[in-house]
Structures are given as structure tokens and as C-alpha cells.
């Protein structure tokens, strides 16, 4: 199994659509986690850290089940350029810097 | 905000030669820098931490003498491909995080891709 899940997608949703991405971790010792986002071909950049008790910043939520091991990223009023691979990221156990990457799940938003 | 420049961006060579890709911390000095590898699809592979003034630490099944690392000051460290193969073409990406900053914070050089023919 691996260290981090996620459904590859595309995820294609109109502009203005409220879309959600899962992921799973399989290490319960895990302490940190966190959203990435990645353009087509450019580095990845830090869009969220998740807390336990569920974080917001602006458009956009994370939620940390612990007991599920799952992370979600919930994007409302989707806009344009919102269009990128979203990457969940897991700190790997023992060694808090080692951060461990899902595939990535892609969105795509349409007019 | 932080900043990390990677160089070159891309790069096409001939297999059996040797490139040398460059990532500096701008405007923060990072102690640790990490190199990883994407496949297209794929996920970032971490490839190894890059610590200043000592010896790079590998992941599993990563080659210490064809990935040769040198982090010699707390601005830049180096990713050498030895003896490139048509399959070491991939995208290499380095990050650092700035001493004291967000454990999760990594901040990414632009890439590289190499192409090896």
C-alpha cells in the first residue's frame, strides 16, 4: 500500500463549482500534513497546512480525519485558475522534515 | 517570500555524459535542501537530503555515485547525473526549508528537466 493515496482524476467541474479531494495515508504516527499545488510542468507550492480540528482560508478547507487517516481538500466557487494538480503530503514518521507526496489529484475547471 | 532558484531548467545531453544541476536558497541560508524526482503521472520521489557540510543521505534504491550531491555552502547545493542513461530523463526538483521556518513549508526550485538521448 502506499504511503499516500489519492485519486489521480481529472476532476473536470464548471467555473463556480464546489469540488472535493480525498486522501489516504496508511502510517498513523504521521504529524503533519498538507496541501500542494502544482502547475502543469512548475514546481509545487505550498497552498495549505491541515490542523486537526479543520482549517480555512478563503476558498478553500482542509479537514484531518486521524481516526479514518484520510486529509480532504474542499475548493468552492471554483475558479479558472484553479486548474492544477493538488498534491497531499505527509510528513514520514521519525523524521519530521521527510515529507512523503501523493500522486496528485487533477483539476481541471471549465466555463 | 523565500525563494529557490534551480538551474538549469532544462537540458538535453548525450548518454554517457555527466549534468550538474544547481539549487540556491536566495534569500535564506537552508541547512538541509532535498532532491526529488517526478516521472510524468508520478508522484515526487524523494531522491536525498542534501545537509551542508556533510554527506548527503540517500532513499532506498537511490545510487550514491550516479546522484552525486554537494551541499558546500548554506546557499547551494548540487545534483551531479553521472554517466546519464536515456532512463535518468525525468524532472528534478530541489526544496529547502529555511532554519526555524514551518516544518512543512518547503519552498521548490523551478525544476529541471533532463532529457538524456
Known amino acids: 500500500r502506499k504511503e499516500v493515496e489519492q485519486d489521480p482524476g481529472p476532476f473536470n467541474v464548471p467555473e463556480g463549482a464546489t469540488v472535493a479531494f480525498n486522501c489516504t495515508y496508511s502510517?498513523?504516527?504521521?504529524?503533519?500534513f498538507f496541501w500542494y499545488r502544482q502547475d502543469c510542468r512548475k514546481e509545487p507550492k505550498l497552498l495549505m497546512s491541515?490542523?486537526?480540528s479543520g482549517n480555512e482560508d478563503g476558498r478553500f478547507t482542509a479537514q484531518l480525519n486521524r481516526a479514518s487517516q484520510y486529509i480532504s481538500l474542499l475548493i468552492r466557487d471554483s475558479k479558472l485558475s484553479d486548474s492544477a494538480t493538488y498534491l497531499c503530503?505527509?510528513?514520514?514518521?521519525?523524521?519530521?522534515?521527510?515529507?512523503?507526496f501523493g500522486t496528485g489529484t487533477r483539476l481541471q475547471v471549465t466555463l | 517570500g523565500a525563494v529557490v532558484s534551480q538551474h538549469p531548467s532544462w537540458v538535453i545531453c548525450k548518454s554517457g555524459t555527466s549534468v550538474k544541476i544547481e539549487c540556491r536558497s536566495l534569500?535564506?541560508?537552508?541547512?538541509?535542501m532535498f532532491w526529488y524526482r517526478q516521472f510524468p503521472k508520478q508522484s515526487l520521489m524523494l531522491m536525498a537530503t542534501s545537509n551542508e557540510g556533510s554527506k548527503a543521505t540517500y532513499e532506498q534504491g537511490v545510487e550514491k555515485d550516479k546522484f552525486l550531491i554537494n551541499h558546500a555552502s548554506l546557499t547551494l547545493s548540487t545534483l551531479t547525473v553521472t554517466s546519464a542513461h536515456p532512463e535518468d530523463s525525468s524532472f528534478y526538483i530541489c526544496?529547502?526549508?529555511?532554519?526555524?521556518?514551518?516544518?512543512?513549508?518547503?519552498?521548490f526550485g523551478e525544476g529541471s528537466r533532463l532529457t538524456v538521448l
Open positions: 526544496s529547502a526549508r529555511r532554519s526555524g521556518g514551518n516544518t512543512g513549508e518547503l519552498f
Open positions: 503530503v505527509v510528513n514520514s514518521a521519525g523524521t519530521a522534515s521527510k515529507l512523503t
Open positions: 534569500d535564506f541560508q537552508a541547512t538541509t
Open positions: 502510517n498513523s504516527a504521521s504529524q503533519s
Open positions: 491541515v490542523y486537526s
